[in-house]
């Protein structure tokens, strides 16, 4: 569901309907969603209390600043504003910062019997394949809905938000200060 919030304000940001960037983004949503939980597999005999005890806190960080960024960009003028869902890079960004308390997934597999890749493949492929439809989805609908949301909040402010609000989310979860 967080990669639907955040292509939904990708989309409002940029006020058009553009498939290449959806789909990219789409992609790379996807990708990450899928990526996270086979990293955090492959890593929980090594290192699974260390992902664990920080995961929420990288998250909750990479939102709470491309979330503020977003903010403050807000408050500029509109050809200031500098983050942008057109690049590679803030697509990717975005989809880490998405998708990383996902490495706790993979954790829960490698405690409840996955034990070979090919076991992994098909819960991996459903992940990637759901949130790449959750992710154009939410784009299309914040194309159909984003001029009505233009027109009564600036749209870097919305998106900033709702990322901010994402990121809270799962540290709260993580802190057990809500279910």
Same mark, same amino acid.
């Given at each position: 569901?967080?990669?639907?919030?955040?292509?939904?304000?990708?989309?409002?940001?940029l006020?058009?309907?553009?498939? *290449?960037?959806?789909?990219?983004?789409?992609?790379?949503?996807? @990708?990450?969603?899928?990526?996270? !939980?086979?990293?955090?597999?492959?890593?929980?005999?090594?290192?699974?209390?260390?992902i664990?005890?920080?995961? +929420?806190?990288?998250?909750?960080?990479?939102?709470?600043?491309?979330?503020?960024?977003?903010?403050?960009?807000?408050?500029?003028?509109?050809?200031?504003?500098?983050?942008?869902?057109?690049?590679?890079?803030? *697509?990717i960004?975005?989809?880490?910062?998405?998708?990383?308390?996902?490495?706790?997934?993979?954790?829960?597999?490698?405690?409840?019997?996955?034990?070979?890749?090919?076991?992994?493949?098909? !819960?991996?492929?459903?992940?990637? @394949?759901?949130?790449?439809?959750?992710?154009?989805?939410?784009?299309?609908?914040?194309?159909?809905? *984003?001029?009505?949301?233009?027109?009564?909040? +600036?749209?870097?402010?919305?998106?900033? @938000?709702?990322?901010?609000?994402?990121?809270?989310?799962?540290?709260?979860? +993580?802190?057990?200060?809500?279910?």
């Amino acid at each position: 569901m967080d990669c639907f919030a955040v292509s939904v304000v990708c989309a409002v940001i940029l006020r058009r309907r553009a498939t *290449g960037i959806m789909l990219r983004l789409a992609f790379l949503f996807g @990708l990450f969603q899928a990526l996270m !939980p086979l990293l955090g597999w492959a890593l929980t005999t090594r290192f699974s209390a260390q992902i664990q005890a920080y995961d +929420h806190w990288i998250a909750f960080a990479m939102l709470a600043f491309i979330g503020g960024k977003m903010i403050w960009d807000s408050f500029k003028e509109e050809n200031e504003s500098s983050l942008n869902p057109q690049e590679w890079f803030t *697509g990717i960004l975005l989809a880490v910062a998405t998708s990383i308390d996902a490495l706790a997934v993979g954790i829960t597999y490698a405690c409840t019997g996955y034990d070979s890749l090919q076991s992994l493949s098909l !819960p991996l492929v459903i992940i990637g @394949l759901v949130s790449f439809a959750l992710s154009v989805t939410g784009y299309l609908l914040g194309v159909r809905f *984003g001029e009505k949301v233009n027109e009564k909040v +600036h749209p870097e402010l919305l998106g900033g @938000l709702i990322l901010l609000f994402i990121g809270l989310r799962i540290l709260a979860e +993580h802190l057990g200060l809500i279910s």
